[in-house]
């Protein structure tokens, strides 16, 4: 029974990752390095900052727990930094293939990374016991994810350039597939940060954090981390493009709008790091499927952006043999989280 709450909490926070790009919609005269910097704020800084804080038990500061891992928070911020890279490349994924195509491409590669590096690293063999039960998951999580790919293949083959534009304004698929994949092998330090900040942890629950939010000042120091890449890249362009107009020289009306989808496209976007660590709680330490929970969220997130990108109309005008091969990668991907439980 514990599993399932775990797997449903982290789906809630997965279906909201997922939701994410659908306000950025909504951002009005702002250049793209403009409202990711700023939903960046809120995703990286803002909304972590405020999940940090229910890990702090009474009587102990944020600051005491960040400092008690034994040097984990550099560690942590140096994968975050990397991620960050990741990040940045996962926008501009979005921009060049779309929610649905843009989104299964990056995270199949990071799910696929960032679940067995940890593994190799922590001494797991990967060929017998619960490492080949790990091994077999991930592997057929990335035939879901190469399926999903193959119909987007087939999307571009079928869609005039007309309607490329009309799903995906700046639709461009060799350059959106290289930069797609360079953002999940680099996303893939998430999941490294996470790791190297398991002192922080463990100092956390010796305090007296209820491990529920035990892992939470963990993501606030890899998305700092994350935010200082993004933050370097996004000013750097809003200097190029002359853009930095865009913070002040908007009316005051599109200025709040533009704030209010920031700031929720943040929160949505932070859901899924919020729930994945809500949800690992009530998994068993040590389990194939507390090993595949990274693995788990990364599925999800291609499930429900590719249900996205359908309501969205990115697959509007392909043939329905197009969206065929894409629901049969949906549903391997599904079977692929059921595996853990299977043995």
Known sequence: ??????????????????????????????????????????????????????AVPEGHTLGEIIASGDGAAWKALFFGVLWGVGGLTFGLSMRYLGVALGQSIALGTCSAFGTLIPAMLAGTNLFEGKGLILLISVSVAIAGIAVIGFAGS????????????????????????LVALLAGVMSACFSLGIEAAAPIREAAIAMGTEALYAGLPAILIITVGGFMTNAVYCLFQNVKNKTLKDYFGVPANVFINNILFTALAGILWYSQFFGLELGKSFLTPGTVMMAFSWSILMSLNITFSNVWGIILKEW?????????????????????????NLF
């Open 154 to 177: 087939l999307r571009a083959q079928n869609m005039t350039d007309a309607q490329k534009k009309a799903a995906v304004k700046d639709f461009a698929l060799g350059k959106g597939l």
């Open 316 to 340: 509007k005008g392909v043939k329905p043999a197009t969206i065929g091969v894409l629901v049969l990668g949906m549903g391997i991907l599904i079977f692929s989280l059921i595996i853990p």
């Open 1 to 54: 029974m514990n599993t399932l709450i775990g797997l449903l909490i982290i789906a809630v926070g997965s279906l909201g990752q997922s939701s994410s790009y659908v306000p950025i919609k909504k951002v009005k005269n702002w250049a793209w390095e403009s409202f990711w910097l700023v939903q960046g704020i809120f995703a990286w800084l803002v909304f972590p900052y405020l999940g940090a804080l229910l």
